[in-house]
């Protein structure tokens, strides 16, 4: 395996906060070894073994739960650096940061305490919902199956693009019930029957441990199942907000990324300039420098609109805390969320071409891999289509339909 150099490992003694010092310590960490991790192909499970020690994955949970008590907006600015940092690492993370929002805190749960547990040691969480069998995307009931076994159940079935889960403690299963209800299987990924294979062979994000998912007659606990319901769990209207939002707040980071790479790259070349360029030297070109301000403008532009619709979804949890839930602040938060991703996807899969404006054909160099930017930008921007979500903005400006409240709203 090739040997990645990077700075000396941080070390932890407690939950981070998003300001805490040592914050940048571990991102730095993670910077240093992110190019040639996804060049070589290289998992991260270093990189996870700290994310569970700083229990990066509690920032969200409550302080008296054993977490650090951050707001929505907090979370977001933490997921941004992250991902300029690395971003497979922070869409590992997605449906860990989404099963917190659902589980631990809500106080709806039946099995609260349990999950906030879990989430306080450190422990990764990661999801296993999609099925090629699925007559629509994000359709139910799904082929996998929750069947009764004595005082638990049996899980079967197959699951793909289960995003993060090769690194997880545990995995999500969404299953249909013995009455066709669809529930929430939460379990360890080392219990027999549980096979994770990487097998995802996309373009871009190819380090997010996104393969297929097989469970083979999975044992399942009774304290293991949470159902789907109007007030808690997948069931509550526009809940997977959050979750789509962490996608665009992921390639908001790549596009911070960019604009590191960008300036490192021109101000550091001293390679000969083009006999026709107007300067000399390379970093004094007005038309360089205009394509560092456009990026520049392109980053600050998509990190205001994520932490913009941040604030909108922590009105929302702040209305769920005081028992007032508001479907109008709900939809609000999606409307805002979906905005924003229409906005941020365009800006970085551009930025990411321009980068090569900067720096010239040398900059094509696999050894470099700059060309990871777009990738992943691709790659993440496909999660859900652009068109869709124009198109349901549209209706919704000219007729008042609302948003979607499930799947990829």
Do not use: C
Request: overall charge neutral.
């Amino acid at each position: 395996m090739n040997q990645i150099a990077s700075p000396p490992r941080p070390a932890f003694s407690g939950p981070l906060t998003h300001r805490s010092p040592e914050l940048k310590e571990l991102f730095a960490f993670i910077a240093a070894g992110a190019a040639e991790r996804d060049r070589e192909r290289i998992h991260p499970y270093d990189v996870f073994e700290l994310v569970r020690s700083a229990r990066l994955g509690a920032l969200r949970l409550r302080r008296e739960d054993g977490g650090a008590g951050s707001t929505l907006r907090e979370l977001f600015e933490v997921v941004i650096a992250l991902a300029a940092a690395d971003p497979n690492i922070a869409h590992s993370l997605r449906n860990h940061y989404a099963f917190v929002e659902r589980f631990p805190l809500s106080r709806q749960v039946a099995h609260g305490r349990k999950w906030a547990d879990i989430i306080a040691s450190g422990a990764i969480v990661g999801l296993a919902s999609t099925e090629l069998t699925s007559a629509r995307v994000g359709a139910s009931p799904f082929a996998t199956k929750l069947v009764p076994d004595r005082d638990g159940f049996r899980l079967t079935g197959t699951k793909y693009y289960s995003t993060g889960t090769l690194y997880a403690d545990y995995v999500q299963v969404r299953a249909a019930g013995p009455d066709d209800a669809v529930v929430t299987a939460i379990i360890p990924t080392t219990r027999e029957g549980v096979e994770r294979i990487d097998d995802w062979d996309g373009a871009g994000q190819r380090l997010t441990g996104s393969g297929t998912t097989y469970f083979h007659d999975v044992r399942v606990e009774a304290d293991e199942i949470e159902p789907d319901s109007p007030s808690t769990g997948y069931g509550v209207p526009h809940s997977n907000s959050v979750a789509q939002l962490l996608v665009t707040a992921t390639v908001a980071g790549i596009l911070r990324n960019v604009l590191t790479d960008a300036v490192a790259l021109l101000g550091s070349r001293k390679d000969r300039h083009f006999y026709f360029a107007q300067t000399e030297r390379v970093a004094d070109d007005p038309l360089l420098q205009e394509i560092i301000g456009h990026i520049s403008a392109s980053a600050y532009t998509a990190e205001v609109l994520i932490l913009a619709a941040a604030d909108a979804h922590d009105a929302v949890f702040q209305a769920r805390e005081r028992g007032e839930p508001d479907a109008e602040l709900a939809h609000a938060a999606s409307v805002a969320a979906s905005k924003a991703k229409l906005i941020v996807d365009d800006l970085t899969i551009r930025g990411a071409s321009q980068l090569f404006d900067v720096a010239g054909a040398s900059a094509t160099r696999r050894a470099k891999n700059l060309d990871r930017h777009w990738r992943n930008a691709r790659t993440l921007a496909s999660h859900n289509p652009v068109s869709l979500k124009a198109r349901a903005l549209g209706e919704y400006e000219l007729h008042g339909t609302q948003l979607p409240s499930k799947g990829f709203f």
